[in-house]
Structures are given as structure tokens and as C-alpha cells.
């Protein structure tokens, strides 16, 4: 005689399993690898979300990119900047890699530019603690995460002419 075992009844099983998988563990800011400016590699492991991307590039206490660059595909955002390079068709200038890059730490692709580093710690110049003009007492954290990184990447992969 044959059992036949509710789907439902496998999902302890399943859940248990999955839950001993290994995590792909976050790149930690001082340890990306560099090729030319570009950073091959995710930071997470897991796919960025473009619709959480454009929230980060037009929210101005996360990555704000907007303030510097115009985006014609966010026409309804108002206040965009003029003074880094419209993202328009960036996806077709720019590859997966080279765009995690810039996102990253766009002084390894483009010396002397005026793009902030969103995923670094250490190496650079920043306000005191919390802008108390004292020096901080402990490591920074980036501006993003590894996470919103990868977002961003995603939304600026949707970016074509």
C-alpha cells in the first residue's frame, strides 16, 4: 500500500532545509576587489531590487543621486543636479561591473571626481561624529549597504537608450 504525503506536510522538512543552507556572506567594505574601477563580484550574493534602487537614488538620507544627476525616466522627481552625468542609457555605457564600481567607490574608475565613495569606511576625509566636530570614536559605517548597493545596480541595469 502506498502513502501518499500531503505537500503541506513536507514544508517542516523543506523549511528546516533550507535554513541549514549557507548564506552568501556580505563583501565587507575594506575587502572589494577592484579591477580597473570595476567590482565584478556582488556584494551580497542576491540579486538587487530596481524598484527599491530608485528609492535610494531619489531618497536624499540614502544615496540621493539625483541631486547630482538628472534622470529623464524619473520625470516626476524635481531638483535633479547637473553636475555628474545624466544616467540615462547607463546601462548601455557601463557594465554590471563597472556600474557596482562607481556605486561603491567611484574615485577607483574616475580620479578627482566628486562622487562619494557609498560603500567605504576608512581612507577619506568625513565630518566628526554625528557632526559634533569631534573626531568619531569608532569605524563609520558606508553611506549604503551591501544590499542597497546591489539595488542601485539593478535600477541603473533597467537604464538603456
Given at each position: 500500500?502506498?502513502?501518499h504525503v500531503a505537500h503541506w506536510a513536507m514544508a517542516p522538512a523543506l523549511a528546516a532545509t533550507l535554513a541549514a543552507?549557507?548564506?552568501?556572506?556580505?563583501?565587507?567594505?575594506?575587502?572589494?576587489?577592484?579591477?580597473g574601477g570595476a567590482v565584478a563580484a556582488?556584494?551580497?550574493?542576491?540579486?538587487?531590487?530596481?524598484?527599491?534602487?530608485?528609492?535610494?537614488?531619489?531618497?536624499?538620507?540614502l544615496g540621493n543621486c539625483v541631486a547630482c544627476h538628472e534622470l529623464a525616466a524619473m520625470p516626476d522627481v524635481q531638483f535633479q543636479g547637473n553636475i555628474g552625468p545624466?544616467?540615462?542609457?547607463?546601462?548601455?555605457?557601463?557594465?554590471?561591473?563597472?556600474?557596482?564600481?562607481m556605486?561603491?567607490?567611484?574615485?577607483m574608475t574616475f580620479d578627482g571626481t566628486m562622487m562619494p565613495?557609498?560603500?567605504?569606511?576608512?581612507?577619506?576625509?568625513?565630518?566628526?561624529d554625528g557632526y559634533t566636530g569631534k573626531a568619531p570614536e569608532a569605524e563609520l559605517p558606508p553611506v549604503l549597504t551591501a544590499q542597497q548597493v546591489e539595488d542601485v545596480v539593478a535600477y541603473l541595469l533597467t537604464l538603456k537608450e
Amino acid at each position: 500500500m502506498k502513502r501518499h504525503v500531503a505537500h503541506w506536510a513536507m514544508a517542516p522538512a523543506l523549511a528546516a532545509t533550507l535554513a541549514a543552507l549557507p548564506v552568501a556572506a556580505e563583501t565587507a567594505p575594506g575587502t572589494i576587489a577592484f579591477d580597473g574601477g570595476a567590482v565584478a563580484a556582488s556584494l551580497t550574493g542576491a540579486p538587487g531590487d530596481a524598484a527599491a534602487g530608485a528609492k535610494v537614488m531619489t531618497t536624499a538620507a540614502l544615496g540621493n543621486c539625483v541631486a547630482c544627476h538628472e534622470l529623464a525616466a524619473m520625470p516626476d522627481v524635481q531638483f535633479q543636479g547637473n553636475i555628474g552625468p545624466a544616467l540615462d542609457g547607463a546601462a548601455d555605457r557601463w557594465t554590471e561591473a563597472e556600474l557596482r564600481g562607481m556605486v561603491v567607490n567611484a574615485k577607483m574608475t574616475f580620479d578627482g571626481t566628486m562622487m562619494p565613495a557609498f560603500y567605504k569606511t576608512d581612507g577619506f576625509i568625513r565630518p566628526g561624529d554625528g557632526y559634533t566636530g569631534k573626531a568619531p570614536e569608532a569605524e563609520l559605517p558606508p553611506v549604503l549597504t551591501a544590499q542597497q548597493v546591489e539595488d542601485v545596480v539593478a535600477y541603473l541595469l533597467t537604464l538603456k537608450e
